[in-house]
């Protein structure tokens, strides 16, 4: 835990610095479009800004309230998101019978871009009501 205080202080130093911006826009494999935008958005985070996002994140539980809803609900990840993302996946169908979700295989955090056409197929299908198909391996938790 000590490392991740340690972290956590450096990340405001670290997101004004050209190399470690570069690296998040590889990891998150963003489109050449939006860099620009990541890197002046990037600059711009203050210590306070990412201490929330952070705290947001790591403690952000599902509200139970979706066990009431009866609304289908599609999760969906890279197969090479953090561990933490991929695992949080089987919160959903865990609380929403109706939800199911699928790992992307080949793809991370930024999978849309990697894969913008199995994106849009998917969005269309899951809108229309249409069953997802292959690559798109779906999961049914029970």
């Not at 999760?75 to 609380?95: H, I, N, R, T």
């Not at 197929?121 to 069953?131: E, H, L, N, S």
């Amino acid at each position: 835990m000590a490392g991740s205080v340690g972290v956590m202080r450096a990340m405001p130093t670290l997101m004004k610095f050209d190399p470690f911006i570069n690296l998040n826009v590889k990891l998150m494999q963003l489109p050449p479009d939006v860099i620009p935008l990541y890197k002046r958005d990037s600059k711009r985070l203050t210590g306070v800004i990412l201490r929330r996002i952070y705290a947001a994140l790591f403690n952000f539980t599902l509200p139970p309230v979706l066990s009431q809803r009866p609304r289908r609900l599609l999760a969906v990840a890279g197969a090479d998101e953090a561990d933490m993302v991929k695992s949080g996946l089987a919160d959903f169908p865990a609380l929403m019978p109706t939800a199911i979700t699928s790992l992307i295989p080949n793809a991370h955090h930024g999978w849309n871009g990697e894969h913008p056409q199995l994106f849009t197929d998917m969005i269309r299908a899951w809108v229309t009501g249409q069953p997802l198909r292959e690559p798109l391996p779906v999961h049914r938790h029970s």
